[in-house]
């Protein structure tokens, strides 16, 4: 009796002959398949029903195509200005094998891998006795050794102050007193070389430059008045710091006429000059400070690195950057890895967005340093009106720095709010001075009369313990997260009514629609920052407040 593991033997066999015929037809022109009664013909090959692109690896390699595709740029290598940029650098003992310049979705210009960057790691084996401070030391040290290079750009390609002095501005500059700052020296030699065009020995670094910056100091009155009222307050700062160099830098322009056929005026204008400043304040790097005798007191630490300041920034990514004294380059290595194609990014510092707008005049979606300030008005908002102690409890905050950077983030508010709260929700026989028993009658003090001397004593250091993170009490704790969850949700009618206000005028100012699109990605994500902000905080709620006996240690949200 035949089993039906026969069965399923004799189909495998069956099905390795019927391979092992159809490779036979070829050659025999005529094969069994199974049976003696079924043949094929010579040319006739074997058909299988699956279609081409429905398996496993195929859907594989759409993912990783669908990835690669919405990283990879566009290479700009080919282009003239980028052409005429290279041989510049080339002849200033520069050559790049690793990156190239290209375009990217939602970066725009940009420089891309040309190699896969792989972060390489040490193993290491421990053995007994181990100073662990010195492996320590050992492993940050080695870590910036390991980190593969990005750039190494020659300290001949740098644009510094000694730069400027050595060029035919540098007579004017030496003797031109008050003494020029650094930043208006670098200024004035952008201003000067732009104005020369094609005669000016750095065009290959200028043609590559914005013509215009969208750093808020650049946007119309209008469009500054949609942004956030701390960094509309910034930004109204950074302005009349450029308008006060400008207006005092006049005179210094006019002794540079000599130089130029055309009216001083006319080339050293307001928006020439806040051109090039926002080019220094966006594409500077830093460098150690360096004396330059015929210069003012402020720190001379800026330089403009081309082609290497075509790197963009993420705050996802860690690399070293440094002047190395040996080599006489300016170093930039990785500790993040990068497939080839994809776009190399640096970190310009854990800044949150706002900081990012004001400084370098974009915004990075999913900023995991993004948070919503706090201002002195709103922080009061929601607390009580009677509070008798309200101006002294500010004036404690101000006076040990609780008053400026309280922030709402990912995780909630701020460790810094939380703290501030809860100075301003202490009950007020909590918060009372410290009183001298016994004075006022002039007799000496009774047991009852200590006993609530002491009382009142230990309660007038209630505001110091919250100052040390102490827990005052759970009424304490529920009212100052109560008047958090008050102030978040301010804030996110405040944001959503912003974007309204924003989206309704893009209808109207089609001039402006780029500058609001910028303010309103900043409010878009200020509401994702509060709207997990409030999830976090409904989550306390639900956890910690309605569990007293936690007190014991306060409640983990927020951040320093």
């Not at 006060?244 to 006049?250: A, D, I, P, V």
């Not at 004075?439 to 200590?450: A, D, I, L, R, T």
């Given at each position: ?6 069965r ?18 070829h ?5 069994v ?39 990879r ?52 084996s421990?053995?007994?006795?181990t ?35 050595r ?10 007193k ?42 119309e009155?209008e ?23 400008f207006t ?5 322009f ?47 630490t800026?330089a ?11 705050p ?26 994809e776009e ?8 949150d967005?706002?900081?990012?707008l ?15 300030y706090?201002?002195?008005d709103?922080?009061v ?11 002294k ?20 508010p ?24 016994g ?6 003090p ?24 102490e827990?005052?009490?759970?009424a ?10 008050k ?10 009514a912003?974007?309204?206000r ?32 409030a ?23 927020g951040?320093?």
């Amino acid at each position: 009796m035949e089993r039906v593991g026969d069965r399923r033997v004799a189909r495998r066999r069956g099905f390795s002959s019927h391979i092992r015929s159809t490779q036979d037809s070829h050659v025999s022109g005529t094969t069994v398949l199974g049976s003696p009664e079924i043949r094929l013909a010579p040319t006739q090959k074997l058909q299988f029903s699956m279609q081409k692109g429905r398996g496993r690896t195929s859907r594989i390699r759409r993912r990783k195509h669908l990835r690669s595709s919405e990283s990879r740029g566009v290479n700009e290598s080919y282009k003239s200005e980028f052409i005429e940029l290279k041989k510049w650098l080339k002849n200033r003992k520069f050559e790049d094998r690793n990156l190239t310049p290209a375009r990217f979705p939602g970066t725009g210009r940009g420089l891309m891998s040309r190699t896969p960057l792989r972060v390489r790691t040490s193993l290491l084996s421990l053995k007994p006795n181990t100073d662990f401070g010195a492996l320590f030391l050992w492993f940050k040290s080695s870590e910036s050794k390991e980190g593969q290079m990005i750039i190494s750009l020659p300290e001949s390609c740098l644009l510094t102050t000694e730069t400027v002095i050595r060029s035919y501005l540098g007579v004017y500059i030496t003797k031109w007193k008050p003494r020029p700052s650094p930043l208006l020296v670098l200024c004035t030699f952008l201003v000067s070389e732009r104005h020369a065009g094609d005669r000016s020995l750095w065009k290959p670094y200028l043609q590559i430059l914005p013509k215009t910056y969208t750093c808020p100091v650049c946007l119309e009155p209008e469009v500054v008045n949609l942004l956030p009222k701390a960094l509309k307050a910034k930004t109204e700062e950074q302005r009349a710091h450029v308008q006060k160099l400008f207006t005092s830098s006049r005179d210094f322009f006019s002794s540079l006429q000599p130089l130029f056929v055309e009216p001083i005026d006319s080339i050293f204008s307001y928006s020439a000059l806040l051109w090039a400043w926002c080019t220094v304040n966006t594409r500077a790097v830093y460098l150690r400070p360096r004396k330059q005798e015929c210069l003012s007191a402020e720190p001379d630490t800026c330089a403009l690195a081309p082609y290497l300041d075509l790197l963009n920034h993420s705050p996802h990514v860690q690399v070293n950057a440094a002047f190395n004294e040996k080599t006489r380059c300016y170093e930039i290595r990785t500790a993040s890895g990068c497939r080839k194609h994809e776009e190399v990014f640096i970190c310009y510092g854990p800044h949150d967005n706002q900081r990012l707008l004001l400084e370098y005049g974009f915004v990075s979606p999913c900023n995991p340093h993004a948070c919503v300030y706090v201002s002195r008005d709103t922080l009061v908002k929601y607390l009580p009106s009677t509070d008798k102690q309200m101006n002294k409890k500010i004036s404690i905050l101000k006076d040990h720095g609780f008053i400026e950077n309280l922030t709402f983030g990912w995780d909630g508010p701020s460790w810094r709010l939380l703290t501030a709260l809860k100075l301003l929700c202490l009950e007020a026989e909590k918060f009372t001075g410290l009183p001298q028993p016994g004075v006022s009658s002039g007799k000496q003090p009774s047991s009852c009369c200590c006993s609530a001397w002491l009382e009142d004593f230990l309660n007038s250091t209630c505001w110091k313990k919250v100052l040390l993170g102490e827990v005052i009490s759970y009424a304490n704790e529920k009212t100052s997260l109560d008047v958090a969850q008050k102030i978040c949700h301010h804030l996110l009618e405040e944001s959503s009514a912003m974007l309204q206000r924003v989206s309704h005028m893009k209808d109207e100012e089609v001039s402006l629609v780029s500058q609001l699109a910028l303010v309103e990605t900043l409010w878009r994500e200020e509401l994702k920052v509060l709207q997990a902000s409030a999830e976090t905080l409904a989550s306390v709620h639900t956890t910690y407040l309605a569990s007293p006996e936690r007190l014991g240690s306060p409640p983990v949200v927020g951040v320093t």
